[in-house]
């Protein structure tokens, strides 16, 4: 048994038991978390070599009648209720469809962060024609949608800003990739041109 008092290998079990156990503690994980969990975090809870994706992959078949279910946000996993509930749980919260707290500028600044990123505050302001707020960011960076990026290579070395897994946990996306494409989205009439 490690210093920590968990068992990882269970080898007393037989291997259908251990495999269940495996499968439970990753349940366990992820239901405590209120952010995707990491592969290496889940490893800690399991047998060295354990096949993390085919735990996961079982788990989520044993959900499958489930109410939620495991979902892969950015290299990690979460439970997440389905899509069939959301009315139910906002209903049930007392907040509107979909709502998330953001003004409609501050969603479009967010888009522009997505699709753009990492971008600094000065390409901000180029996009939208005027200066976009330290205020704004900050609110943004508070609802763990945007994060720090890498600094910009030009004089000064300003602060750039690219999205988080919780923007991706936010908005139902695995990972970037799954963003709407923002031809179409113009050629909607759904984005600037």
Avoid: C, N
Wanted: charged share 30%.
């Amino acid at each position: 048994m490690a210093r920590d008092g968990i068992d990882r290998e269970l080898s007393e079990l037989p291997r259908e038991l251990r495999w269940r156990e495996w499968m439970r503690r990753i349940e366990a994980v992820l239901f405590a978390s209120a952010k995707p969990v990491p592969r290496a975090d889940l490893a800690r809870v399991v047998g060295q070599g354990a096949p993390i994706d085919l735990l996961i992959d079982d788990l989520a078949a044993e959900l499958a009648d489930r109410p939620y279910e495991v979902t892969r946000v950015g290299g990690a996993w979460m439970l997440r209720t389905r899509p069939a509930y959301g009315a139910a749980i906002r209903a049930a919260a007392g907040v509107g469809d979909r709502e998330i707290g953001l003004s409609d500028r501050d969603l479009s600044v967010l888009a522009a962060i997505a699709y753009h990123q990492p971008i600094t505050r000065d390409g901000l302001g180029e996009i939208f024609g005027h200066e976009v707020s330290r205020d704004l960011i900050g609110r943004l960076a508070a609802r763990d949608l945007i994060a720090p990026g890498p600094r910009a290579p030009r004089r000064g070395a300003p602060h750039s800003y690219v999205t988080t897994p919780g923007f991706l946990a936010t908005f139902d996306l695995e990972d970037l990739r799954d963003l709407p494409d923002a031809e179409a989205l113009r050629d909607a009439g759904l984005a600037p041109g």
